[in-house]
């Protein structure tokens, strides 16, 4: 049984060739509708829906105009296979039932457009898309708040309120920060308070490195049975599925984003992901495929930078134009903190031990501009995991000390180490 809400652009086939008219669903529909008379399913229980603003369409498209004439028959093939969520896609004549009745996202229409313009000189008539989308019946909203990120992410309501306002209107940020201040943990928070549901489904995750690609991120030929065929990499794919969806945020995450070769890795993104760039008018054909693409306006990005890693390299201005930066800094002197350290078991003497003396390391590293700074220092969620099972809560820092901020230390230190046992000591003295 076919399910149309009302609004929904409908496109008839009259017969075996052709699409004949173009309509919209009316705001009744009858399921108990019995047969199509005339037709091989006469008798047969069928769905038969009401439409309005009937338009028959002089001359018909027919069916060979898209699925055998070129550029359109490869673009609806790519455009299949390239992530585009609810399209079906049969390239046989054939007709079979339902075989056509597929969303329409504006990739979609836009082929068919162009399929018919290129036959009778003039575009389909069709209703505006953002009439037509719904919402899945099958996707259950659970309501995530500001006020729930903020339970868990050591920021405060005005920090918060700022980064959401910002990524709103910029549409790409990237959260920048030295190693341990929880960006990856506040990416997922924030991107949920910006849907306003937790909906992983609409979640996506890459993290980059040194041999990450344009054709892991956007697309490129794989190795089949056969040869090699194209196929969309993992944002092109994410961004089919936002097209198809446009009422809902799509939030995409970037860990490690200055890890990669940025402009090897995203090619013409460069361009497509300015937030005004973010329309079916700014569409082109990415660098081996002929289907139009353009990143959807409901897409939003969020990159993740360590600040602390020598490796990186530095990264271009080209990419920092378009996004937007925002700190994130060691917060082991927020009040949150504190109350998560004592929820999970540790004594007020190690709290205050601790965070007096990670301040007090800090400090000294944001001091030591010529050789580190602030986008070097300590941060908390070093010290988020709780203790293990039976393990006293000195016993657990002094682990986390040994095993995790030490070895920084003498990374940081390399051409001092009398400086880093001098700080080991102080850390570790008996509390």
Not at 210 to 237: C, H, I, M, N, W
Not at 289 to 310: E, Q, Y
Not at 385 to 397: C, G, Q, R, S, V
Request: hydrophobic share 40%; net charge negative.
């Amino acid at each position: 049984m076919l399910e149309v809400a009302p609004g929904d652009v409908v496109f008839h086939l009259t017969d075996n060739e052709s699409i004949s008219s173009v309509s919209v669903a009316s705001e009744t529909a009858d399921p108990n509708f019995i047969g199509i008379e005339g037709s091989d399913w006469e008798g047969e229980p069928a769905f038969r829906i009401g439409l309005t603003d009937h338009q028959e369409l002089i001359p018909p498209l027919k069916r060979a105009a898209f699925l055998e004439i070129e550029p359109f028959a490869t673009e609806l093939r790519e455009l299949a296979e390239s992530g585009a969520r609810g399209l079906f896609y049969n390239s046989h004549r054939g007709l079979n039932q339902g075989a056509y009745l597929t969303e329409v996202t504006p990739t979609l229409l836009s082929i068919l457009n162009r399929a018919y313009e290129a036959l009778s000189g003039h575009g389909l008539p069709h209703a505006p898309l953002e009439e037509t989308v719904r919402t899945p019946a099958d996707e259950a909203v659970v309501p995530y708040t500001l006020d729930d990120a903020l339970q868990t992410l050591f920021l405060d309501r005005s920090a918060v309120e700022e980064i959401l306002h910002l990524w709103a209107a910029k549409k790409n940020i990237i959260l920048q920060g030295p190693p341990g201040v929880g960006k990856s943990f506040a990416a997922h928070k924030l991107a949920f308070a910006l849907m306003g549901t937790e909906a992983r489904n609409r979640l996506g995750f890459v993290q980059f490195h040194q041999s990450y690609s344009y054709e892991d991120f956007v697309e490129g030929f794989r190795p089949t049975a056969g040869g090699f065929e194209l196929r969309p990499g993992k944002f092109v794919e994410f961004c089919r599925q936002a097209e198809a969806d446009p009422t809902h945020t799509y939030v995409f995450v970037i860990d490690e984003i200055n890890r990669g070769n940025l402009s090897k890795i995203l090619g013409e993104l460069m361009l497509l992901i300015e937030s005004d760039k973010r329309d079916q008018r700014w569409a082109i054909s990415l660098a081996s495929s002929k289907v139009p693409f353009h990143v959807p306006a409901n897409v939003f990005i969020i990159g993740l930078m360590n600040t602390a890693d020598r490796s990186l390299a530095v990264v271009d201005y080209a990419l920092r134009r378009r996004f937007a930066f925002i700190d994130m800094n060691t917060n082991v002197n927020a009040r949150k903190f504190r109350d998560h350290l004592g929820e999970g078991g540790i004594s007020e003497p190690v709290i205050s031990a601790l965070v007096e003396r990670v301040g007090a390391l800090n400090a000294e590293i944001r001091d030591d501009i010529a050789n580190l700074g602030p986008g070097f220092t300590i941060g908390h969620s070093f010290f988020c995991a709780k203790p293990l099972t039976n393990e006293i809560d000195e016993a657990w820092y002094q682990r986390v000390i040994r095993t995790e901020i030490v070895p920084l230390l003498r990374e940081y230190w390399f051409d001092n180490p009398k400086k880093v046992d001098s700080w080991r000591d102080l850390l570790l003295a008996p509390l």
